[in-house]
T-cell receptor, first 110, second 110 residues
Framework: DADVTQTPRNRITKTGKRIMLECSQT?????MYWYRQDPGLGLRLIYYSFDVKDINKGEISDGYSVSRQAQAKFSLSLESAIPNQTALYFCATSHVQPQHFGDGTRLSIL | SQQGEEDPQALSIQEGENATMNCSYK?????LQWYRQNSGRGLVHLILIRSNEREKHSGRLRVTLDTSKKSSSLLITASRAADTASYFCATDHAGNMLTFGGGTRLMVKP
């Protein structure tokens, strides 16, 4: 079983819908991160959390929110999805460094 | 904004040849990391080099760091078809946040 699991793996939805992407980990790491990847670009940080009561904005947090439900669970929400949020989304965890990634959620917003 | 920039953006070589990828960054770092991404998968950590290190080896991988030039290189020796992937450098500047470059797409032809 994967150490960092993302669900769903693929999602197609419509503009204006609320979407939640979920991430769970079995690595016992305190730190969790959400990134998005656009074609030809590297990863950009959306939000990160260093423990259950800690939430921090990353480089591109506008239009997104997160919830750290437990040490092992970190979810990303798009309150009202728009087409330019179409991207590949990755969750990652770490103790300090390096980071360990899930296999991503491919999100398409029509 | 992307801190690291990889060069070249794409590289195609024959199996058995060496592959060299370069990364440049703009501000001082704590460490620099290289990750590999296979198609449709998450990133996998390859190697971390600290700012006070100049060279590091891991199997067929050799990483160098020149902090005076703000650059790093990743050398893969005796490449294999299985090395076909995208390779990203990521810089850790402060607070253990990573900033990723746009990646180098490596194709190794059998």
């Amino acid at each position: 079983d994967a150490d960092v699991t993302q669900t769903p793996r693929n999602r197609i939805t419509k503009t204006g819908k609320r979407i939640m992407l979920e991430c769970s980990q079995t690595k016992g790491h305190d730190r969790m991160y959400w990134y998005r990847q656009d074609p030809g670009l590297g990863l950009r940080l959306i939000y990160y959390s260093f423990d259950v009561k800690d939430i921090n904005k990353g480089e591109i947090s506008d239009g997104y929110s997160v919830s750290r439900q437990a040490q092992a669970k970190f979810s990303l929400s798009l309150e009202s999805a728009i087409p330019n949020q179409t991207a590949l989304y990755f969750c990652a965890t770490s103790h300090v460094q390096p980071q360990h990634f899930g296999d991503g959620t491919r999100l398409s917003i029509l | 904004s992307q801190q690291g920039e990889e060069d070249p953006q794409a590289l195609s070589i024959q199996e058995g040849e060496n592959a060299t990828m370069n990364c440049s960054y703009k501000t001082s770092i704590n460490n620099l990391q290289w990750y590999r991404q296979n198609s449709g998968r998450g990133l996998v950590h390859l190697i971390l080099i600290r700012s006070n290190e100049r060279e590091k080896h891991s199997g067929r991988l050799r990483v160098t760091l020149d902090t005076s030039k703000k650059s790093s290189s990743l050398l893969i020796t005796a490449s294999r078809a299985a090395d076909t992937a995208s390779y990203f450098c990521a810089t850790d500047h402060a607070g253990n946040m990573l900033t990723f470059g746009g990646g180098t797409r490596l194709m190794v032809k059998p």
